[in-house]
């Protein structure tokens, strides 16, 4: 089993900033990739950015490019979402989730571990 919990969610200004930070544990080595995902009310859950577990590859969704910054803690056992320049359509449930094996793992079906979820709420 893999445990995740997320924390850093609190409500920000338009155009502010915000780092997500995920705690994992159990098997984290068996992980291939973390990601992270959010979730609007009434809205499906989007993906957000992703990065492999051994190599440290991103990837990101259109719309948080060259806002929002993935990466590894030095210890591998925390992921980080640095989240800047944030926007009112940025507010929702942020969600860490790890994938176990080989994949694009940009959508949310193919993850097996999820988080808890942490609020993050963008004012006008």
């Known amino acids: 089993q893999v445990q995740l919990v997320e924390s850093g969610g609190g409500l920000v200004q338009a155009g502010g900033s915000l780092r997500l930070s995920c705690a994992a544990s159990?098997?984290?080595?068996?992980?291939?990739?973390m990601g992270w995902f959010r979730q609007a009310p009434g809205k499906e859950r989007e993906f957000v950015a992703r990065i492999t577990w051994s190599g440290g590859i991103t990837r990101y969704a259109d719309s948080v490019k060259g806002r929002f910054t993935i990466s590894r803690g030095n210890a591998k056992n925390t992921v980080y979402l640095q989240m800047n320049s944030l926007k009112p359509e940025d507010t929702a449930v942020y969600y860490c989730a790890a994938r176990l094996g080989p994949g694009l793992a940009t959508m949310a079906m193919e993850y097996d571990y999820w988080g808890q979820g942490t609020q993050v709420t963008v004012s006008s």
């Open positions: 159990g098997r984290t080595f068996s992980s291939y990739a």
